[in-house]
């Protein structure tokens, strides 16, 4: 019995032993899964929040991109991944030590991705630590020897840490990988020159020379070298090269007139220039741009002004359909005061290309200069039908017309130019001006005054419509008082204007105050080169109101002598007899 007693506790104790380890086991396993469970769950935790930064980022939203970025390090701290978009998100917004910190801890937690130590190289540079970006650079070349790039970056940084012969060695290891390029050698000559190495740079382009012996520019570099630093020798060798290797080298002979120039031989200069204008393959834009240094050094070295005109005639003829030959051609005429020739230069222009405004107004300024108003006339027209919102065609119209006596069309044009005038005061008062002369002529008194009126409250000290609006006004015996007070201001305004003091002159005989205007009317004559038949007329008509018939007489047969006067002129002879 007490053996089954020990048997049974055996048996309670064995099962309880179990009992109590398939427990444990159970809470181990419990434990374990958890641990696995929360580690999955911040990773999935992880790449959702990477996810949406990503998302944020490409969206342009930098702010939230940012924040989710840096959730995700909270969550995963070695994540290099969101290192490396922080640093470019914090570079985008110029926090440079936030994206320099960022690049290096990438770099830290992930020392074999390229593009995280590109960036921390880059970012180094931005920052003027050449020394750390050359580091990097270095390692990324061990890692990648087959990427080009890394070794050109390398290089950089080198420069600009000042150690230039450090550089060269980086191009020279570019070179051994790739071959001779234009590129390489380049960039070693600019150094060599930094360098004041001038027979090493030279070397790189006789490299290139001999590698690409048929392209004749690494010639003209060399040569353009020499030039530079005054071998003239060397030079005028490399550029008697490039005739060997490319006679119809369209800028040879502008590089040789630059070297005779600068040699001082005037003469071999400039039958090189007509060389380099004589040869069509010449762009026309080089030969404009010579020719515009040629119009401003003529303005202090007249003597070169000949050969200026030898040059932009040359021009013309070798492109006869190109509109900038003739626009710079006729610059040179217009300085030169050969406003026929520049006129006919602009008309070709015009020809091959009428869709510039400004030739349009450069023409119409020749027939100003020309006095030519049945040109100008026709002229404006055109302008004003395919430029209908430029003003000025509407002024000049409305001149040419006016002197053309043709006032009702000049009255048209200038009512409609007014429309177009903005924030041009003078511009407008001309149009007022010429628009009164024209109504005044049509005798719209009422119009006419109404635009000299417009014209003096613009420009109040307009003293040419004062004298126009002040004679009319006395011609038509209206508001005198009126009249004399514009009539004595214009003289103020522009005394010693024989015009001016006939005006004056009249307006006093009109207000019968004729012993003043006798005063004036002398002044006028005597600031009066020529006899004009006008003011000796005036002058009679004056003399005579003061009872000095026989001078009045005497200066009535002196206006007849000098040319036209009035109706009354004759009669007024004839009869001895004053007839207004």
Not at 81 to 97: D, G, P
Request: charged share 30%.
């Amino acid at each position: 019995m007490k053996g089954s007693i020990q048997i049974i506790l055996l048996v309670v104790l064995l099962a309880a032993s179990s009992g109590c380890k398939t427990t444990t086991n159970i809470d181990s396993t419990q434990k374990k899964q958890t641990k696995e469970d929360i580690a999955e769950k911040k990773k999935k935790r992880s790449k959702s929040l990477y996810l949406d930064a990503n998302k944020e980022k490409v969206l342009g939203n930098y702010e939230e991109a940012t924040k989710l970025f840096l959730q995700c390090l909270e969550t995963e701290p070695e994540d290099a991944a969101s290192m490396f978009e922080l640093a470019r998100l914090y570079r985008i917004k110029r926090s440079y030590a936030d994206a320099l910190k960022m690049a290096e801890n990438a770099v830290k937690f992930d020392g074999n991705n390229p593009w995280y130590k590109l960036l921390l190289a880059e970012l180094y540079f931005e920052q003027y630590q050449y020394d750390n970006a050359i580091k990097i650079y270095s390692q990324l070349v061990k890692q990648h020897p087959e990427n080009i790039d890394y070794y050109y970056g390398w290089a950089n940084s080198y420069i600009y840490a000042g150690k230039l012969m450090d550089a060269v060695k980086i191009y020279n290891i570019i070179e051994e990988r790739v071959g001779i390029t234009d590129e390489v050698s380049l960039l070693k000559q600019k150094i060599y020159l930094q360098l004041d190495k001038i027979d090493e740079a030279a070397r790189e382009i006789e490299k290139l020379i001999s590698y690409f012996p048929d392209d004749p520019k690494y010639i003209a570099i060399l040569a353009e070298l020499y030039m530079t630093n005054m071998i003239y020798d060397k030079a005028l060798e490399a550029y008697k090269r490039i005739l060997e290797v490319d006679p119809d080298n369209p800028f040879i002979h502008i590089s040789l007139a630059d070297y005779y120039r600068k040699n001082n031989d005037k003469e071999k200069s400039f039958e090189e220039l007509k060389l380099g204008f004589e040869n069509p393959r010449l762009d026309i834009d080089t030969k404009v741009q010579i020719l515009l240094s040629y119009y401003t050094i003529t303005e202090i070295y007249t003597e070169l002004t000949e050969e200026a005109f030898i040059l932009a005639k040359i021009l013309v003829d070798v492109h006869p359909k190109e509109p900038k030959a003739y626009s710079i051609y006729s610059d040179f005429l217009v300085r030169d005061k050969k406003y026929e020739e520049a006129r006919e230069a602009l008309r070709s222009v015009i020809e091959y290309d009428s869709s510039k405004y400004i030739i349009w107004d450069q023409l119409l300024r020749m027939d100003v200069e020309l006095d030519d108003f049945v040109s100008m006339a026709e002229t404006s027209q055109r302008v004003m039908e395919l430029f209908p919102e430029q003003p000025l065609p509407y002024l000049f119209s409305g001149v040419s017309n006016f002197q053309l006596k043709n006032y009702e069309k000049a009255i048209k044009s200038l009512k409609r130019g007014i429309n177009f005038v903005v924030e041009n005061d003078v511009l407008l008062e001309n149009f007022y001006t010429y628009l009164g002369d024209a109504y005044n002529q049509t005798k719209k008194y009422k119009e006419s005054d109404k635009a000299y009126e417009n014209v003096l409250e613009i420009g109040a000290d307009n003293h040419y419509v004062m004298n126009n609006y002040s004679y009319y006004l006395s011609l038509r015996g209206e508001e005198l008082e009126k009249a004399e007070v514009m009539a004595k201001k214009a003289n103020e305004l522009e005394p010693g204007n024989s015009s001016y003091q006939d005006t004056y002159a009249w307006v006093l005989y009109k207000l019968g105050k004729f012993n003043e205007a006798k005063i004036w009317i002398e002044k006028a004559i005597k600031n009066t080169s020529s006899s004009n038949p006008v003011l000796l007329e005036h002058y009679g008509d004056i003399l005579y109101k003061l009872d000095r018939k026989e001078s009045a007489l005497e200066n009535w047969k002196k206006a007849h002598d000098a040319g036209e006067g009035s109706e009354q002129l004759e009669r007024k002879i004839k009869d001895k007899t004053l007839y207004e």
